[in-house]
T-cell receptor, first 114, second 113 residues
Framework: GAGVSQSPSNKVTEKGKDVELRCDPISGHTALYWYRQRLGQGLEFLIYFQGNSAPDKSGLPSDRFSAERTGESVSTLTIQRTQQEDSAVYLC????????????FGEGSWLTVV | QQQVKQSPQSLIVQKGGISIINCAYENTAFDYFPWYQQFPGKGPALLIAIRPDVSEKKEGRFTISFNKSAKQFSLHIMDSQPGDSATYFCAASRAGSARQLTFGSGTQLTVLP
């Protein structure tokens, strides 16, 4: 596609439920990132995928968070047993690689845990 | 540990004025410093970026000034317009990190008509 596509755009879930957020990166982009943005705050790195290499999971805040990516395609971020503090915008970004290339962000998935 | 500190948190400027947003970093390994612009309900979009081998980069009304010795960089928006009203984030990344960005906390800019 022309840009990074994320779904759902909005999700309201009950505390304790599991949620899955999806990201379709730009075609040909080998790197994919997930960031979290709490209301009025900056972007917090969660996880990074690069091709078939082992992902960098250093930003995941707890073992309730996990993400998968198959090859250089779609990624899914899963949050298990959601808590109210998980409420945030989850942003996906992709990057083609190489010096000077731009990281492109999707419009995010707005998650509200009630 | 916050590696990129951004100020001010919010900024109000009159149309035609100059908007200045400042960032300071700690990690001397950072070698790429982009600024992102984010409108409500949208993802951040790259505005302008600089590498530490230059002290200034200008693109239209937007200029990055970079001070390597002070570990500071700033965004200047000349002739600010109401359409520039958005949240601006500075960021930094280091070589070999595949552009894993560390973001500042953001500045909400309002340009009054």
């Amino acid at each position: 596609g022309a840009g990074v596509s994320q779904s759902p755009s909005n999700k309201v879930t009950e505390k304790g439920k599991d949620v899955e957020l999806r990201c379709d990166p730009i075609s040909g982009h080998t790197a994919l990132y997930w960031y979290r943005q709490r209301l009025g705050q900056g972007l917090e790195f969660l996880i990074y995928f690069q091709g078939n290499s082992a992902p960098d999971k250093s930003g995941l805040p707890s073992d309730r968070f996990s993400a998968e990516r198959t090859g250089e395609s779609v990624s899914t971020l899963t949050i298990q047993r959601t808590q109210q503090e998980d409420s945030a915008v989850y942003l996906c970004a992709s990057y083609r690689g190489g010096s000077g290339n731009t990281i492109y962000f999707g419009e995010g998935s707005w998650l509200t845990v009630v | 540990q916050q590696q990129v500190k951004q100020s001010p948190q919010s900024l109000i400027v009159q149309k035609g004025g100059i908007s200045i947003i400042n960032c300071a970093y700690e990690n001397t390994a950072f070698d790429y410093f982009p600024w992102y612009q984010q409108f409500p309900g949208k993802g951040p979009a790259l505005l302008i970026a600089i590498r530490p081998d230059v002290s200034e980069k200008k693109e239209g009304r937007f200029t990055i000034s970079f001070n390597k010795s002070a570990k500071q960089f700033s965004l200047h928006i000349m002739d600010s317009q109401p359409g520039d009203s958005a949240t601006y984030f500075c960021a930094a990344s280091r070589a070999g990190s595949a552009r894993q960005l560390t973001f500042g906390s953001g500045t909400q800019l309002t340009v009054l008509p």
